[in-house]
Nanobody, 118 residues
Framework: QVHLVESGGGLVQAGGSLRLSCAASGNIFAANARAWWRQAPGKQREFVALITSGDDTRYADSVKGRFTISRDNDKNTVFLQMKSLRPEDTAVYYC????????????WGQGTQVTVSP
């Protein structure tokens, strides 16, 4: 079992910045991936960014150049630095953890609200 806790959400004006954190505890495999997803009201959950234990990263086209994902392995924490925020970035942001090559299920956090005002 892996437990995830997100933090750092809030209300910010367009053009502003926020940094989200996702702290993990429990049965974390050395080979793993942590990702951020988001879900806006009335829309499907969508992929935002991912980082692997090998520090490979991937981003959705909509956030490339504005968001940066990073990790602190000592603290089992992943961060999402968000800059140049837009109203369309408004959503609940969820953290997802995957233990790679394990056959284990994916784990999700409870989500943190990000609201960007015009």
């Amino acid at each position: 079992q892996v437990h995830l806790v997100e933090s750092g959400g809030g209300l910010v004006q367009a053009g502003g910045s926020l940094r989200l954190s996702c702290a993990a505890s429990g049965n974390i495999f050395a080979a793993n991936a942590r990702a951020w997803w988001r879900q806006a009201p009335g829309k499907q959950r969508e992929f935002v960014a991912l980082i692997t234990s090998g520090d490979d990263t991937r981003y959705a086209d909509s956030v490339k150049g504005r968001f940066t994902i990073s990790r602190d392995n000592d603290k089992n924490t992943v961060f999402l630095q968000m800059k140049s925020l837009r109203p369309e970035d408004t959503a609940v942001y969820y953290c997802k953890h995957t233990n790679l090559r394990s056959g284990d299920k994916d784990y999700w956090g409870q989500g943190t609200q990000v609201t960007v005002s015009p």
